[in-house]
């Protein structure tokens, strides 16, 4: 059943978003993703969605754009509008563009808005599809920040940007109010936002706050929940043995009713039926008991410890840059530069978007093509063993068993990292092309750890991975301290990891 209602009209003051006995699943899927949960979010609240990758997050906010039939009711009294959306007509200069999309807004708004960005204004008179991606973002969230009484969903608005716009969008979005933003930065969410929302395995939790404030709140809870896991796990035993008793003991009831010998059948049938309606009732209430104890421990984020084994490799320098200058035919994008990088190094490569970061990983991996170098040294060891996680996964697919075999992995030692980041049983039997684009980067990720060597090579591998699975691998990495070159937006990871950082 849909039910959607919509109030507002122009002038109207923004109120309320009534999520009623919200249930949802896939058809075909027997799993539910929501299952009978309501909430209630203000139009003004700056919010921030978090969870696992697969656990609806993206789904919960096409529902609430309309784009999934559900079970349940959603009332809301305000236009909901999508980040990203498709432009029909990308040729079109991006003045036009933003006047089509946010009717009736005046040129001195769009100055305004554009100044917050940090947006040079010649943009507006340039074809939109001339500009950079960062510029593209920005342009599309302008447009819809310019409408009037609507209410945003944010979906993922820094992925494959740079530090600085990550910073301009940061600070944009905290003069603003009326989205939810859906983010694994977590330092983008701790500027930005003002309460969360949790999808957890079971339930879905509103709470104020930013993401610092929740996390602490929610590992005190799950710190609660597991001291208590011995407890409730003797309850949810005693509960069962009670049902079967209650059960048996109906039954028997039952039985009483069939039997030989003189008794007034008719009294002993009434009061059959009226113990087998009491043990009913009790049944009923003990199997409730059981699920709502099976949820608390359903619900506590478990984060099993990943491992990587890095080769033992006896040398201490393993590359060295002299005066590196690295060029496409004639035009330079490294230029005169100069590193070392030794065992047990965390070395972050940082700048801007087209400064040369992937440049200088390709140089180190190899993968020259067109690349040349201009002048100076890039010296890398000999026969030392590189693990390549690359931004893109438009490569993968066939099944996980294939990717395994194709990798020259351990299969099994591969799913069993795949798993701990929260791989479903349903995911474990996709191909890996229909997988969401957190879980492919997932794949590439256990593949990389599956594998014994000397460097891991890292290129964006955080992009669309959920927080959980950021901090198993922050984890895993100050615990068993391989050999890293990477680059990475996310300034909470590289703060936490890089014990170098290279700016191009």
């Keep these: 059943?849909?039910?959607?209602?919509?109030?507002?009209?122009?002038?109207?003051?923004?109120?309320?978003?009534?999520?009623?006995?919200?249930s949802f699943s896939y058809p075909g899927r027997y799993e539910k993703i929501f299952d009978d949960t309501s909430f209630i979010l203000n139009t003004n609240w700056k919010l921030g969605i978090i969870g696992r990758n697969g656990k609806g997050k993206t789904t919960f906010l096409k529902i609430l754009n309309g784009e999934l039939d559900f079970e349940g009711s959603i009332s809301k009294n305000v236009e909901i509008d999508y980040f990203p959306f498709e432009v029909k007509d990308p040729t079109q200069n991006t003045m036009e563009l933003i006047q089509s999309i946010a009717v009736g807004v005046e040129d001195w708004e769009i100055y305004k808005e554009m100044n917050l960005l940090e947006i040079d204004v010649d943009v507006l008179y340039r074809p939109f599809n001339t500009l950079s991606g960062g510029e593209q973002v920005k342009i599309l969230l302008i447009s819809l920040f310019l409408k009037n009484n609507n209410f945003l969903l944010i979906d993922e608005p820094t992925n494959h940007l740079d530090a600085y716009s990550r910073e301009a969008i940061a600070n944009y979005l905290k003069r603003?109010?009326?989205?939810?933003?859906?983010?694994?930065?977590?330092?983008?969410?701790?500027?930005?936002?003002?309460?969360?929302?949790?999808?957890?395995?079971?339930?879905?939790?509103?709470?104020?706050?930013?993401?610092?404030?929740?996390?602490?709140?929610k590992d005190?809870?799950?710190?609660?929940?597991?001291?208590?896991?011995?407890?409730?796990?003797?309850?949810?035993?005693?509960?069962?043995?009670?049902?079967?008793?209650?059960?048996?003991?109906?039954?028997?009831?039952?039985?009483?009713?069939?039997?030989?010998?003189?008794?007034?059948?008719?009294?002993?049938?009434?009061?059959?039926?009226?113990?087998?309606?009491?043990?009913?009732?009790i049944e009923k209430r003990i199997n409730k008991e059981i699920e709502e104890k099976s949820n608390?421990?359903?619900?506590?984020?478990?984060?099993?410890a990943l491992e990587i084994k890095p080769l033992d490799t006896k040398r201490s320098k393993l590359i060295v840059a002299d005066k590196l200058t690295l060029a496409y035919g004639d035009k330079v994008i490294i230029d005169n530069l100069s590193f070392e990088i030794n065992k047990g190094d965390k070395v972050c490569f940082a700048g801007k978007n087209g400064s040369g970061k992937s440049t200088i990983l390709k140089a180190i991996l190899g993968e020259y093509n067109d690349l040349q170098i201009k002048s100076g040294s890039l010296s890398v060891g000999?026969?030392?063993?590189?693990?390549?996680?690359?931004?893109?996964?438009?490569?993968?697919?066939?099944?996980?068993?294939?990717?395994?075999?194709?990798?020259?992995?351990?299969?099994?030692?591969?799913?069993?990292?795949?798993?701990?980041?929260?791989?479903?049983?349903?995911?474990?039997?996709?191909?890996?092309?229909?997988?969401?684009?957190?879980?492919?980067?997932?794949?590439?990720?256990?593949?990389?750890?599956?594998?014994n060597a000397d460097i891991y090579v890292w290129d964006e591998p955080l992009n669309f991975i959920d927080i959980q699975t950021r901090e198993q691998i922050e984890a895993m990495i100050l615990k068993f301290s391989p050999t890293l070159i990477f680059v990475e937006h996310d300034n909470t990871f590289v703060q936490k990891i890089a014990s170098k950082i290279i700016s191009l």
């Excluded at 030692?413 to 049983?425: E, V, Y």
Aim: with cysteine.
């Design 382 to 451: 000999n026969e030392l063993k590189i693990s390549y996680v690359s931004q893109f996964t438009n490569h993968l697919k066939g099944t996980l068993k294939e990717f395994a075999e194709s990798s020259k992995i351990n299969e099994s030692i591969f799913k069993a990292m795949l798993a701990k980041m929260g791989f479903s049983k349903e995911e474990f039997d996709k191909h890996i092309e229909n997988l969401s684009e957190g879980q492919k980067k997932k794949v590439l990720i256990a593949m990389s750890i599956t594998e």
């Design 176 to 217: 603003k109010k009326g989205f939810i933003l859906v983010s694994h930065d977590r330092e983008l969410l701790d500027k930005v936002v003002d309460h969360i929302i949790s999808i957890n395995n079971t339930t879905i939790d509103v709470q104020a706050g930013n993401y610092s404030s929740w996390k602490q709140n």
């Design 1 to 22: 059943m849909l039910i959607f209602e919509n109030k507002l009209r122009k002038g109207d003051y923004m109120s309320e978003i009534n999520v009623s006995h919200l």
């Design 296 to 304: 608390l421990l359903n619900d506590i984020d478990r984060q099993d």
């Design 220 to 281: 005190y809870k799950d710190n609660f929940e597991l001291s208590q896991n011995e407890k409730l796990e003797k309850d949810i035993n005693r509960l069962k043995v009670a049902a079967y008793d209650t059960n048996r003991w109906s039954e028997a009831i039952e039985r009483t009713k069939i039997g030989m010998g003189p008794c007034d059948r008719g009294h002993v049938g009434h009061m059959a039926a009226k113990m087998m309606k009491r043990s009913k009732v």
